[in-house]
């Protein structure tokens, strides 16, 4: 598998939990370190440690039933151990409210940036997932 390969598989492991809601894979893809830091499309807005950010996805991702993403232009920039992955995200699903058995139906249109870095796979450090607004 070629390093652009390996490096989109991480990525997409990351929103695959979303569908599956199996969460077991990701932290293993995140480096469980005090560099990684994240910003969110959704509030809070500061800026977030790995708990915080592996916490908030996944009640993000529990709360989407039918939840699908693509993955669009993705430009992977490698630099030795660190790379840059920009793509353009579309995300979609059923937003549930559980407490008024309630749905609305979404679809979100963001871009994304993912830097990862070689420890010794390659291993998320930074997110900043943003929302296009229209």
């Known amino acids: 598998m070629s390093e652009n390969e390996e490096i989109i598989k991480v990525i997409e492991t990351f929103f695959e939990a979303g569908k599956t809601k199996d969460f077991s894979h990701l932290h293993e893809i995140h480096l469980d370190d005090s560099k990684f830091s994240s910003f969110s499309d959704l509030p809070p807005y500061d800026l977030k440690d790995l708990k915080t950010t592996l916490e908030l996805e996944q009640l993000k991702f ?6 699908d993403y693509q993955v669009k232009s993705p430009k992977i920039s490698i630099f030795g151990d660190t790379a840059v ?17 309630t749905g609305e139906h979404m679809s979100i249109d963001g871009r994304a940036t993912f830097v990862l870095v070689k420890h010794p796979t390659w291993k998320i450090v930074h997110i900043h997932l943003s929302k296009i607004r229209g």
């Open 62 to 67: 529990i709360s989407i039933t039918d939840y």
């Open 85 to 101: 992955v920009a793509f353009e995200l579309n995300q979609k699903g059923m937003l549930v409210d559980t407490k008024a058995y």
